[in-house]
Protein backbone atom coordinates (compact mmCIF):
# COMPACT_ATOMS: atom_id res chain seq x y z
CA UNK A 1 0.00 0.00 0.00
CA UNK A 2 1.38 3.29 -1.24
CA UNK A 3 0.15 6.25 0.82
CA UNK A 4 0.88 10.04 0.36
CA UNK A 5 0.91 12.51 2.29
CA UNK A 6 -0.43 16.25 2.03
CA UNK A 7 -1.17 19.19 3.69
CA UNK A 8 -3.97 21.92 3.40
CA UNK A 9 -3.46 25.79 2.73
CA UNK A 10 -6.21 28.28 2.72
CA UNK A 11 -6.46 31.00 0.01
CA UNK A 12 -9.59 32.12 1.54
CA UNK A 13 -9.33 35.43 4.23
CA UNK A 14 -12.94 34.95 5.22
CA UNK A 15 -12.48 31.62 6.48
CA UNK A 16 -9.99 32.44 9.33
CA UNK A 17 -10.04 30.26 12.13
CA UNK A 18 -10.73 27.34 9.80
CA UNK A 19 -8.92 23.73 9.59
CA UNK A 20 -6.24 24.96 7.32
CA UNK A 21 -2.55 24.63 8.54
CA UNK A 22 -0.97 27.37 5.86
CA UNK A 23 -2.72 30.45 5.51
CA UNK A 24 0.65 32.64 3.72
CA UNK A 25 -0.33 32.19 0.15
CA UNK A 26 0.95 29.15 -2.32
CA UNK A 27 4.46 29.79 -2.16
CA UNK A 28 5.32 29.77 1.19
CA UNK A 29 2.88 26.85 1.46
CA UNK A 30 4.51 24.77 -1.16
CA UNK A 31 8.32 25.40 0.28
CA UNK A 32 7.52 24.04 3.68
CA UNK A 33 5.36 21.26 3.03
CA UNK A 34 8.39 19.80 0.68
CA UNK A 35 10.97 21.12 3.32
CA UNK A 36 9.39 18.74 5.87
CA UNK A 37 8.76 16.08 3.17
CA UNK A 38 5.08 16.14 2.14
CA UNK A 39 4.24 14.73 -1.64
CA UNK A 40 1.14 17.35 -1.96
CA UNK A 41 -0.68 20.06 -0.83
CA UNK A 42 -4.63 20.27 -0.95
CA UNK A 43 -5.68 24.15 -1.76
CA UNK A 44 -8.66 26.05 -0.67
CA UNK A 45 -9.26 28.84 -3.19
CA UNK A 46 -12.31 31.49 -2.87
CA UNK A 47 -13.02 30.72 -6.74
CA UNK A 48 -11.72 28.80 -9.55
CA UNK A 49 -10.35 32.31 -10.82
CA UNK A 50 -8.39 33.15 -7.91
CA UNK A 51 -5.06 30.75 -8.58
CA UNK A 52 -2.19 32.24 -10.95
CA UNK A 53 -1.74 28.37 -12.93
CA UNK A 54 0.86 29.30 -14.17
CA UNK A 55 2.96 30.44 -10.86
CA UNK A 56 1.53 27.58 -9.40
CA UNK A 57 2.74 25.05 -11.70
CA UNK A 58 5.95 26.60 -11.39
CA UNK A 59 5.83 26.43 -7.87
CA UNK A 60 4.94 22.40 -7.67
CA UNK A 61 7.69 21.91 -10.02
CA UNK A 62 10.02 23.29 -8.15
CA UNK A 63 9.30 22.17 -4.64
CA UNK A 64 8.26 18.70 -6.38
CA UNK A 65 4.82 18.87 -5.54
CA UNK A 66 1.23 17.65 -6.53
CA UNK A 67 -1.71 18.57 -5.61
CA UNK A 68 -4.27 16.14 -4.09
CA UNK A 69 -7.56 17.73 -4.06
CA UNK A 70 -9.30 21.46 -4.20
CA UNK A 71 -12.13 22.40 -2.05
CA UNK A 72 -14.97 23.79 -3.09
CA UNK A 73 -15.93 25.45 0.08
CA UNK A 74 -15.15 28.62 -0.94
CA UNK A 75 -18.94 29.40 -2.53
CA UNK A 76 -20.02 28.43 1.09
CA UNK A 77 -17.25 30.57 2.95
CA UNK A 78 -18.00 33.49 1.05
CA UNK A 79 -21.63 33.74 -0.96
CA UNK A 80 -23.46 31.20 1.43
CA UNK A 81 -24.30 29.37 -2.06
CA UNK A 82 -25.06 25.29 -1.37
CA UNK A 83 -26.96 22.67 -3.69
CA UNK A 84 -29.65 22.25 -1.66
CA UNK A 85 -30.67 26.18 -0.79
CA UNK A 86 -34.37 26.96 -1.36
CA UNK A 87 -33.52 29.73 -3.91
CA UNK A 88 -33.34 28.18 -7.26
CA UNK A 89 -31.11 30.91 -8.46
CA UNK A 90 -28.64 29.90 -5.39
CA UNK A 91 -28.63 26.26 -6.08
CA UNK A 92 -27.60 27.28 -9.66
CA UNK A 93 -24.82 29.15 -8.99
CA UNK A 94 -23.42 26.88 -6.42
CA UNK A 95 -23.66 23.64 -8.99
CA UNK A 96 -21.53 26.30 -11.47
CA UNK A 97 -19.11 27.30 -9.18
CA UNK A 98 -18.32 23.82 -7.87
CA UNK A 99 -18.31 22.96 -11.46
CA UNK A 100 -15.54 25.67 -11.92
CA UNK A 101 -13.50 23.79 -8.97
CA UNK A 102 -13.84 20.74 -10.68
CA UNK A 103 -12.39 21.91 -14.09
CA UNK A 104 -9.62 23.72 -11.94
CA UNK A 105 -8.49 20.43 -9.84
CA UNK A 106 -8.55 18.36 -13.60
CA UNK A 107 -6.08 21.04 -14.64
CA UNK A 108 -4.18 20.49 -12.01
CA UNK A 109 -4.61 16.09 -12.48
CA UNK A 110 -6.79 16.14 -8.98
CA UNK A 111 -9.90 15.62 -7.69
CA UNK A 112 -12.66 18.35 -6.23
CA UNK A 113 -14.23 18.09 -2.99
CA UNK A 114 -17.90 18.70 -2.08
CA UNK A 115 -18.04 19.72 1.54
CA UNK A 116 -19.89 22.74 3.23
CA UNK A 117 -21.77 23.50 -0.15
CA UNK A 118 -23.71 20.49 0.40
CA UNK A 119 -26.05 22.60 2.21
CA UNK A 120 -28.57 21.03 4.87
CA UNK A 121 -32.24 20.41 4.84
CA UNK A 122 -33.65 23.92 6.81
CA UNK A 123 -36.91 26.29 6.78
CA UNK A 124 -39.67 24.94 4.64
CA UNK A 125 -37.00 22.30 2.93
CA UNK A 126 -37.45 18.41 3.86
CA UNK A 127 -34.38 16.42 4.20
CA UNK A 128 -35.84 14.48 1.12
CA UNK A 129 -36.40 17.52 -0.67
CA UNK A 130 -32.72 18.68 0.32
CA UNK A 131 -31.54 15.19 -0.96
CA UNK A 132 -33.11 14.75 -4.30
CA UNK A 133 -31.60 18.67 -5.16
CA UNK A 134 -28.15 16.93 -3.51
CA UNK A 135 -28.92 13.85 -5.90
CA UNK A 136 -29.57 16.15 -9.52
CA UNK A 137 -26.38 18.48 -8.34
CA UNK A 138 -24.17 15.10 -7.71
CA UNK A 139 -25.39 13.23 -10.71
CA UNK A 140 -24.30 16.50 -13.05
CA UNK A 141 -20.87 17.26 -11.45
CA UNK A 142 -19.71 13.56 -10.54
CA UNK A 143 -20.55 12.91 -14.79
CA UNK A 144 -18.74 16.49 -15.11
CA UNK A 145 -15.36 15.46 -13.09
CA UNK A 146 -15.66 11.87 -14.77
CA UNK A 147 -15.41 13.37 -18.76
CA UNK A 148 -12.58 15.17 -17.03
CA UNK A 149 -10.69 12.30 -16.22
CA UNK A 150 -11.55 12.53 -12.46
CA UNK A 151 -13.80 10.77 -9.83
CA UNK A 152 -15.56 13.92 -7.59
CA UNK A 153 -15.24 13.45 -4.19
CA UNK A 154 -18.12 13.76 -1.20
CA UNK A 155 -17.65 14.27 1.82
CA UNK A 156 -19.79 13.44 4.73
CA UNK A 157 -20.12 16.17 8.03
CA UNK A 158 -20.72 16.18 11.51
CA UNK A 159 -24.55 16.69 12.50
CA UNK A 160 -23.97 20.16 13.48
CA UNK A 161 -22.37 20.55 9.98
CA UNK A 162 -25.44 19.11 8.30
CA UNK A 163 -28.55 16.75 8.97
CA UNK A 164 -28.00 15.05 5.53
CA UNK A 165 -25.31 12.26 5.62
CA UNK A 166 -23.48 12.19 8.31
CA UNK A 167 -21.75 8.61 8.41
CA UNK A 168 -19.98 6.65 5.63
CA UNK A 169 -22.00 3.81 5.36
CA UNK A 170 -24.95 5.68 5.36
CA UNK A 171 -23.80 7.84 2.63
CA UNK A 172 -22.51 5.19 0.56
CA UNK A 173 -26.05 3.17 0.96
CA UNK A 174 -27.28 6.45 -0.84
CA UNK A 175 -24.81 7.40 -3.76
CA UNK A 176 -25.73 3.65 -4.64
CA UNK A 177 -28.80 4.81 -5.50
CA UNK A 178 -27.56 7.53 -8.05
CA UNK A 179 -27.00 6.77 -11.75
CA UNK A 180 -23.33 8.40 -11.71
CA UNK A 181 -20.70 5.82 -10.58
CA UNK A 182 -18.15 8.94 -10.41
CA UNK A 183 -18.41 10.00 -6.94
CA UNK A 184 -16.39 8.72 -4.26
CA UNK A 185 -16.53 9.17 -0.49
CA UNK A 186 -13.52 11.78 1.73
CA UNK A 187 -13.74 10.30 4.95
CA UNK A 188 -12.61 12.66 7.60
CA UNK A 189 -11.71 11.14 10.58
CA UNK A 190 -12.72 14.39 12.79
CA UNK A 191 -16.29 13.89 11.43
CA UNK A 192 -16.15 10.39 11.78
CA UNK A 193 -15.06 10.79 15.22
CA UNK A 194 -18.32 12.74 15.91
CA UNK A 195 -20.62 10.16 13.91
CA UNK A 196 -18.80 6.86 13.91
CA UNK A 197 -19.11 4.13 16.75
CA UNK A 198 -16.31 2.83 15.20
CA UNK A 199 -13.99 4.73 12.76
CA UNK A 200 -11.85 1.39 11.24
CA UNK A 201 -15.37 -0.36 10.63
CA UNK A 202 -16.85 2.47 9.00
CA UNK A 203 -14.10 2.47 6.56
CA UNK A 204 -14.09 -1.02 6.20
CA UNK A 205 -17.72 -0.60 5.29
CA UNK A 206 -17.32 1.89 2.14
CA UNK A 207 -13.90 -0.30 1.07
CA UNK A 208 -13.31 0.74 -2.73
CA UNK A 209 -15.95 3.71 -2.53
CA UNK A 210 -13.12 5.45 -0.42
CA UNK A 211 -11.65 8.55 -2.39
CA UNK A 212 -9.52 10.56 0.01
CA UNK A 213 -9.03 10.68 3.33
CA UNK A 214 -8.45 13.92 5.65
CA UNK A 215 -5.74 13.35 8.12
CA UNK A 216 -7.01 15.03 11.49
CA UNK A 217 -7.03 14.13 14.92
CA UNK A 218 -10.46 13.82 17.02
CA UNK A 219 -10.11 17.60 18.22
CA UNK A 220 -9.24 18.47 14.40
CA UNK A 221 -5.56 18.98 15.43
CA UNK A 222 -3.05 17.14 14.15
CA UNK A 223 -2.58 13.32 14.01
CA UNK A 224 -1.45 12.18 17.61
CA UNK A 225 -2.11 15.51 19.05
CA UNK A 226 -6.05 13.97 20.51
CA UNK A 227 -7.66 10.82 21.00
CA UNK A 228 -7.47 8.95 16.93
CA UNK A 229 -5.83 5.18 17.29
CA UNK A 230 -4.40 6.16 13.89
CA UNK A 231 -2.88 2.31 13.98
CA UNK A 232 -5.77 0.80 13.77
CA UNK A 233 -7.21 3.60 10.56
CA UNK A 234 -4.08 2.55 9.35
CA UNK A 235 -4.48 -1.40 9.34
CA UNK A 236 -8.35 -0.65 7.83
CA UNK A 237 -6.53 1.40 5.43
CA UNK A 238 -4.03 -1.30 4.11
CA UNK A 239 -6.97 -4.17 4.56
CA UNK A 240 -9.10 -2.15 1.85
CA UNK A 241 -6.50 -1.47 -0.27
CA UNK A 242 -6.44 2.49 -0.16
CA UNK A 243 -3.86 4.05 -2.16
CA UNK A 244 -4.69 7.73 -1.85
CA UNK A 245 -3.65 10.83 0.32
CA UNK A 246 -4.00 11.29 4.00
CA UNK A 247 -4.18 14.99 4.44
CA UNK A 248 -4.34 17.29 6.75
CA UNK A 249 -7.27 19.48 7.00
CA UNK A 250 -6.63 20.43 10.88
CA UNK A 251 -6.52 23.75 13.11
CA UNK A 252 -3.29 24.97 12.71
CA UNK A 253 -2.49 24.64 16.50
CA UNK A 254 -0.11 25.44 18.70
CA UNK A 255 0.62 26.73 14.91
CA UNK A 256 1.16 26.19 11.16
CA UNK A 257 4.73 24.74 11.38
CA UNK A 258 4.67 22.70 14.29
CA UNK A 259 0.87 21.06 12.91
CA UNK A 260 2.74 20.27 9.94
CA UNK A 261 5.41 18.76 11.74
CA UNK A 262 3.55 16.87 13.95
CA UNK A 263 1.13 15.32 10.87
CA UNK A 264 4.52 14.36 9.10
CA UNK A 265 6.16 12.40 11.74
CA UNK A 266 2.93 10.40 12.55
CA UNK A 267 2.19 9.76 8.58
CA UNK A 268 5.87 8.74 8.70
CA UNK A 269 5.52 6.82 11.78
CA UNK A 270 2.53 5.12 10.35
CA UNK A 271 3.85 4.58 7.00
CA UNK A 272 7.39 3.43 7.70
CA UNK A 273 7.82 -0.76 7.06
CA UNK A 274 7.84 -2.56 10.08
CA UNK A 275 10.45 -4.77 11.19
CA UNK A 276 8.11 -7.91 11.11
CA UNK A 277 6.80 -7.15 7.99
Request: hydrophobic share 45%; net charge negative.
Amino acid sequence: MKLRSAITVSLVPEASGGPFVFWSGLADACCTASRLGFDAIEIFPPNADALDLVELRRLLCEFRLGVAAIGSGGGWVIHRWTLTHANPAIRVAAREFIRGIIDLAASLGAPAILGSMQGKAEGDISRDQALRWLGEALEDLGEHAGKLGQVFLYEPLNRYETNLLNRLGQTAEWLGTLRTSNIRILADLFHMNIEESDSALAIRQIGSMLGHLHFADSNRQAIGFGQTDAEKIYAELDRVGYSGFLSAEILPLPNSLAAAEQTIDAFKNLTSPRPDA
